[in-house]
Every structure is written in structure tokens, then in C-alpha cells.
């Protein structure tokens, strides 16, 4: 059992993958020998089970809701890593299409050959979010539904993804949602960088950093006046398990909703006092 792992007999994401056929893929099939391996498996599982979740959610609500098969879907994985999030999006949409982005060329990617929709682009997100932007304006140009997903994005990246989110709104009449989970807070400490001044903000306040960021965060995604939501999951085993998630909704009539409205729900798990307020 690993360090912050509930058993795998009560993790629902556990279970849900030991239930499904993909567990079955990885026990068989050798090219999933590399994650067999993987020495966190269960930890990163709970994390993409979790992020996966909220993909799910979301795709309920955003405008021109998509179909069960994801068939005009686009995923950015920002920051993949090996991808086991983007697998989880291959097997869930099978018809949609997932984009794995990272710097990473050394990478074991073997896993892919059995993953036909999913796409690796290596590519940094800092210099070349031009080329990003472009790759997401081609699909929108199509019509299709853009999901930016980053899951323990380090400081500025998290930004770097509502960035994309953004573009992606205005270029897509709406059409896009983002899941985000941050994890550490931006190293620089000038003026210029984004979120700046949480780290000592927060030890005048007495509150986490890491909430402290998030809340952050989640003020910078309301600025698009979208529907902004911040959900924390126990089920998902890190410290770092907050989720800040939006789409554009659409009502009974099909015009798009554009009101600013929020959710905020904190965990069951022991935690000091949330800064945001409504």
C-alpha cells in the first residue's frame, strides 16, 4: 500500500480500474510492461481516475454536449508525462482525440501502439504556446469540443493552461473546458511572475500555500466569467488534490450561459480554512 493510499479494496478509482478491461490490458499485454513496473502505478492511477472523473462531469454540462465516444472531442494533456491520464481518455472516448504534450524524448511510450487516438507532440508548453494555441484553433475551426486537461501542473503552468483554456473560448464561441490541479507555487519571486506574493501572503495569513494558490487560481479562471468550480478528492491519493474545473454551460433554450457562478467544496480531509468567498 502506498504512502497516502487508502486500500485498494476502498479506493473507488482502484477498483473501478480492476474492474475494467483496461486492467485486464495491462496484465496481458506487453506493452504495458513499463507501467506494470512503475513503482507508483497506484498512486497514478487514483490521480488520472480522478482527473477523469472530473472530465466526465464536465462533458455533461458544456455547450453542444458531446457524444459517449468523445467523437468531437479534442484532449490537450498538458505536461503527460507517460501518459497513463491519456490512456484513461483513449479507452473512455475512444473516438475522440488525445494529444500528449510534454518535453520529454526519452520516454518509454511503447503503451502507445495500443492507444490509436491519442497523439504525442513534444513541445514546452513556455516556448512554443503559439504553436499550442495554433494546434488548438485548427480543431476549433472544425467545431470540435476542446478539453485542456493539467494535473499537478508546477507554478506557472497552471496559468500556461487557463491561458489555453481561454484562447480556446473565444476562438470556439464557448465550446471548452478545463481541469486543472495545481501543485507547487511559481519559484520566481518578482514582481513580473504571476502569483508572486502567495508564499508570504499566506504565512502572514496562516493558511497553506497550496490553498492559497489555488484560490488564486480559481479568481484568475472567474475572470472569464464562466462557471468556475474547486472540488477537493479524497479518493485521489496526494496532498495536491484540488481541482478546479469550468465549462460554458448551455440552458433548455440552447443560449449559452454566461453568468458568473461558483462551487466550492472542500474535502472531508483535515485541512486548514478555505480563503475563498463568495
Given at each position: ?26 496484465l ?24 477523469l ?60 501502439s ?52 481561454r ?34 501572503q499566506s ?6 500555500s ?12 472567474k ?30 433554450t ?11 467544496q ?13
Amino acid at each position: 500500500n502506498e504512502k497516502g493510499c487508502s486500500p485498494e479494496s476502498s479506493n473507488e478509482y482502484i477498483k473501478k480500474f480492476i474492474a475494467s478491461p483496461l486492467c485486464q490490458e495491462f496484465l496481458d499485454n506487453k506493452a504495458y510492461t513499463n507501467w506494470k513496473r512503475h513503482r507508483k502505478l497506484k498512486k497514478e492511477l487514483t490521480e488520472a481516475g480522478s482527473a477523469l472523473s472530473q472530465v466526465q462531469k464536465q462533458l455533461k454540462t458544456v455547450k453542444g454536449k458531446p457524444d459517449a465516444e468523445g467523437e468531437d472531442v479534442v484532449f490537450f494533456d498538458l505536461c503527460s508525462g507517460k501518459g497513463l491520464l491519456s490512456i484513461l481518455l483513449s479507452k473512455e472516448f475512444p473516438k475522440s482525440l488525445v494529444y500528449m504534450i510534454d518535453t520529454d524524448e526519452k520516454m518509454n511510450l511503447e503503451h502507445l501502439s495500443e492507444c490509436p487516438n491519442v497523439t504525442m507532440q513534444y513541445l514546452d508548453v513556455y516556448k512554443e504556446f503559439e504553436r499550442l494555441k495554433l494546434t488548438a484553433r485548427e480543431h476549433t475551426e472544425k467545431g470540435k469540443c476542446i478539453v485542456v486537461v493539467g494535473i499537478h501542473l508546477c507554478g506557472e503552468l497552471a496559468l500556461k493552461a487557463i491561458h489555453l483554456w481561454r484562447d480556446v473560448l473565444e476562438t470556439s464561441g464557448g465550446r471548452a473546458s478545463i481541469i486543472l490541479s495545481p501543485c507547487c507555487l511559481p519559484r520566481r519571486a518578482r514582481q513580473d511572475v504571476f502569483g508572486f506574493f502567495v508564499r508570504n501572503q499566506s504565512k502572514q495569513m496562516g493558511i497553506a500555500s497550496y490553498q492559497m494558490w489555488c484560490s488564486h487560481l480559481y479568481f484568475e479562471m472567474k475572470r472569464s466569467e464562466k462557471r468556475v468550480s474547486m472540488v477537493q478528492d479524497d479518493s485521489c491519493c496526494s496532498d495536491k488534490n484540488t481541482f478546479l474545473t469550468a465549462s460554458c454551460l448551455e440552458g433548455p433554450t440552447g443560449w449559452l450561459q454566461t453568468h458568473a457562478s461558483a462551487s466550492i467544496q472542500p474535502s472531508r480531509r483535515t485541512m486548514n480554512k478555505w480563503i475563498v468567498t463568495r
